[in-house]
Nanobody
Framework: QVQLVESGGGLVQAGGSLRLSCAAS????????MGWFRQAPGKEREFVTF????????NYVGSVKGRFTISRDNAKNTVYLQMNSLKPEDTGVYYC???????????????WGQGTQVTVSS
């Protein structure tokens, strides 16, 4: 049974930082690209970033470029999202997801975590 478990969310003031983690089990982690998505209240789920199986390729939505960094540790079956200079508009539930291909399309991802809440106060 595949499980993706996010952690690290919380309440932070604007300008602050958080580091999200997503621990994977039940799959060969190094065979999957990993993505982070977020969903704000009343809005659709939005692509944030992905990282390739090797970790050599990454992609970010424009609104987080230069502020967020995705990384992975295949030995620990974990993907991370370092979020700096947080803004109120970054507020939402953050989900990690696994897919065999590199894609920004949420519909393509095979497995999803339960999400972790990030709230940025102004």
């Amino acid at each position: 049974q595949v499980q993706l478990v996010e952690s690290g969310g919380g309440l932070v003031q604007a300008g602050g930082s958080l580091r999200l983690s997503c621990a994977a089990s039940g799959l060969t982690f190094s065979n999957y690209a990993m993505g982070w998505f977020r969903q704000a209240p009343g809005k659709e789920r939005e692509f944030v970033t992905f990282i390739s199986r090797s970790g050599l390729s990454t992609n970010y939505v424009g609104s987080v470029k230069g502020r967020f960094t995705i990384s992975r540790d295949n030995a620990k079956n974990t993907v991370y999202l370092q979020m700096n200079s947080l803004k109120p508009e970054d507020t939402g539930v953050y989900y990690c997801a696994a897919d065999r291909t590199l894609t920004t399309a949420a519909s393509s991802y095979d497995y999803w975590g339960q999400g972790t809440q990030v709230t940025v106060s102004s």
